[in-house]
């Protein structure tokens, strides 16, 4: 069959003509037919013919390639090579500080996800929403990972890339403007390093401090204050002549997660009562009182009680109280509770004569847990237990117990006294503990 044969090899349809016979005029019609069919489907040096199909180019190149000028062209090695479809040179950026407009070469015809620009800003940005408009398409908005820049965040004479993500423009890189915000515990920005005089005194809380300016400082630690006044932690060096201001007392609790920390330990010594007045609040989920105590008086109850407000009045009424507990002693196994009651029963049994002793190796060791005593929806609810001597020499108490301040009034004091006479002794301390 005559023409190309798919493979790249040419035939016509009489090859061979017979030297000194008749030339036949239908065949040499039919070949110069063939010849002209062959040199239709060949490309022109002139471009005249186009492709029909896909051109294999058996690991051949094409060599002497002009730079694309167009999107329907393909692209030079050294165009690939010099990023030119990414870069937008001076001439291609012009608009304003926070309204650019770009002019790649050759223009694009629509915007799509993952498109790339570089150029470099021609003036410093004035807002946290600057925009772009690449090729005229549109107007789109220069973000930083889905979010607003900060002022500034774009300066000029800098080169940024910005990468398109089917909505709007992400900025890549960028430099914090001089005119940024102060950095803080919760926002970046733009923070002062702390001079060394700072740092000895440890008051400043808005400088960093980097390690040359720890050099003066003696290894190990002598001693750590707790503030709650002020909200402060001061950690001193073994030499005790500096100290640095770690962080808020609110801001470790924050990073202690599930932490419990000393609010206020108490040592009485021949008082009526022991009372906690301040640091109950909604700072913690719960309080932890833990103590040792002797009791002035011999066989007396130890008890519980609140207050709403600071102190100033501990609540003593009929009604205040509902408690419930058992007591296990040499004597067998009790029930203590209450429906309505004056006070809350940590420990012992006046009643029957079973409760604290008052010599110098007798008393009562005690945890009791208070939760949530800042609501104002819920009755406040106490989990305890304690164990005892009794006044009889060599019987020993132990009490478990919950009970509750029947109202749903905020709860800021916390007082413990025995059921008659003064506290001889002790110790008595104070937790805040963060649940969550």
């Known amino acids: 069959m005559a023409g190309w044969n798919g493979s790249g090899s040419f035939s016509i349809s009489y090859p061979d003509f017979v030297a000194g016979t008749t030339i036949v005029s239908t065949q040499v019609d039919t070949n110069n037919s063939d010849f002209v069919t062959g040199l239709n489907h060949c490309l022109t040096v002139n471009g005249e013919t186009v492709p029909t199909a896909t051109l294999p180019m058996a690991n051949f190149r094409h060599t002497g390639v002009s730079n694309a000028a167009a999107r329907d062209q393909y692209a030079a090695a050294g165009q690939v090579q010099d990023s030119a479809f990414h870069w937008v040179n001076a001439a291609g950026v012009t608009g304003t500080a926070d309204a650019i407009a770009l002019a790649p070469f050759p223009a694009i015809a629509a915007y799509a996800e993952g498109q790339v620009f570089r150029f470099k800003a021609e003036a410093t940005s004035s807002s946290a929403t600057p925009t772009v408009n690449v090729s005229s398409l549109g107007v789109k908005t220069i973000q930083n990972d889905g979010g607003a820049l900060a002022v500034g965040d774009i300066v000029n004479g800098r080169i940024y890339e910005i990468v398109y993500d089917g909505t709007q423009f992400q900025l890549q890189n960028w430099a914090v403007s001089t005119s940024a915000a102060a950095a ?109 105590l002797r009791p002035a008086t011999d066989d007396v109850e130890l008890w519980l009680r609140t207050d709403s407000s600071g102190g100033a009045s501990f609540d003593a009424g009929a009604s205040d109280y509902r408690y419930g507990a058992i007591l296990i002693d040499t004597g067998g196994t009790s029930t203590l509770s209450a429906s309505t009651a004056t006070r809350m029963s940590i420990a012992g049994n006046a009643a029957a004569s079973r409760s604290v002793g008052n010599d110098a190796d007798q008393g009562v060791s005690f945890a009791i847990w208070m939760h949530s005593p800042s609501s104002t929806s819920l009755t406040k609810r106490f989990n305890y237990h304690s164990g005892f001597e009794q006044a009889d020499e060599g019987a020993y108490g132990h009490v478990n117990g919950s009970g509750m301040r029947d109202s749903t009034s905020a709860v800021n004091a916390v007082q413990l006294l025995f059921e008659s006479g003064n506290i001889a002794a002790g110790t008595v301390a104070l937790y805040g503990v963060r649940a969550s």
């Open 184 to 292: 803080s515990t919760s926002a970046s920005g733009i923070i002062e390093l702390a001079t060394q005089a700072e740092v000895d005194t440890g008051t400043d809380a808005a400088r960093a401090v980097v390690p040359s300016t720890l050099t003066g400082w003696t290894p190990g630690v002598a001693s750590v204050t707790f503030d709650k006044a002020n909200d402060d932690v001061l950690i001193r060096d073994a030499s005790a002549s500096y100290v640095l201001k770690r962080a808020s007392l609110s801001t470790l609790a924050l990073l202690t997660d599930r932490g419990m920390v000393l609010i206020q330990a108490q040592s009485p010594s021949t008082v009526a009562s022991v009372n906690f007045t301040t640091g109950i609040d909604s700072t913690y989920n719960a309080y932890l009182i833990v103590g040792n």
